[in-house]
């Protein structure tokens, strides 16, 4: 199985200051498509995950734009320009290259400082 | 619109059966293959189970092999999950998502004597 690994794995951010979570993964998500099948989730405090972001860098309908994805391989980055109060929540990155399983990172929880 | 509303959780002794619900709207159901994941208490997300749209492809995570059932009924636009044999592990929030990119509201199911 594939291990998805996330730090920090707690992440206290000003409001208005960037943020930076990384995944790795226990090996490269390339799939033999020539797709990369790595994704970002957010969930709120109480509420059902959301996709932000899919094959690394594609934004999902209605993501604003300070949300961006990066990386190849076995590193990625999900990166926040400047965090809002909305922003709160645990983010998980999601690897479907190399399935079943699916598999998840363990969660980071930003939070606002 | 997209919506995914799970129903069937409930409270369950160690050893019982449960049968989930996702009835879902807002898109064309027998395309799309579906998700089960859940969620423990306080912990991370975990994939469960997956059926194509055809129900032709069904795999499910180590950890229910053999106990939990997933299956869908295109023409009630319904998937399914049932579950046996239940363990105080399995206790948490179940969702139904589509393609990774709409997720139900989740269903609690509890394990407990």
């Known amino acids: 199985d594939v291990v998805m690994t996330q730090s920090p794995l707690s992440l206290p951010v000003t409001l208005g200051q960037p943020a930076s979570i990384s995944c790795r993964s226990s090996?490269?998500?390339?799939?033999?498509?020539?797709?990369?099948?790595l994704s970002w989730f957010q969930q709120r405090p109480g509420q059902s995950p959301r996709r932000l972001i899919y094959k690394v860098s594609k934004r999902d309908s209605g993501v604003p734009d300070r949300f961006s994805g990066s990386g190849s391989g076995t590193d990625f980055t999900l990166k926040v320009s400047r965090v809002e109060a909305e922003d709160v929540g645990v983010y998980y990155c999601m690897q479907g290259a190399h399935w079943p399983p699916i598999t998840f990172g363990q969660g980071t929880r930003l939070e606002i400082k | 619109e997209v919506q995914l509303v799970e129903s069937g959780g409930g409270l369950v002794q160690p050893g019982g059966s449960l049968r989930l619900s996702c009835v879902a709207s807002?898109?064309?159901?027998?395309?799309?293959?579906m998700n089960w994941i859940r969620q423990a208490p306080g912990k991370g997300l975990e994939w469960v189970s997956y059926?194509?749209?055809?129900?032709?492809?069904?795999y499910y995570a180590d950890s229910v092999e053999g106990r939990f059932s997933v299956s869908r009924d295109n023409a009630r636009n319904s998937l399914f999950l049932q579950m046996t044999a239940l363990r105080a592990e399995d206790m948490g929030v179940y969702y139904c998502?589509?393609?990774?990119?709409?997720w139900g509201q989740g269903i609690l199911v509890t394990v407990s004597s």
């Open positions: 807002g898109f064309t159901f027998s395309d799309f293959e």
């Open positions: 998502a589509v393609s990774w990119g709409y």
């Open positions: 090996q490269s998500l390339l799939n033999t498509d020539g797709n990369t099948y």
């Open positions: 059926i194509s749209g055809d129900e032709s492809t069904i």
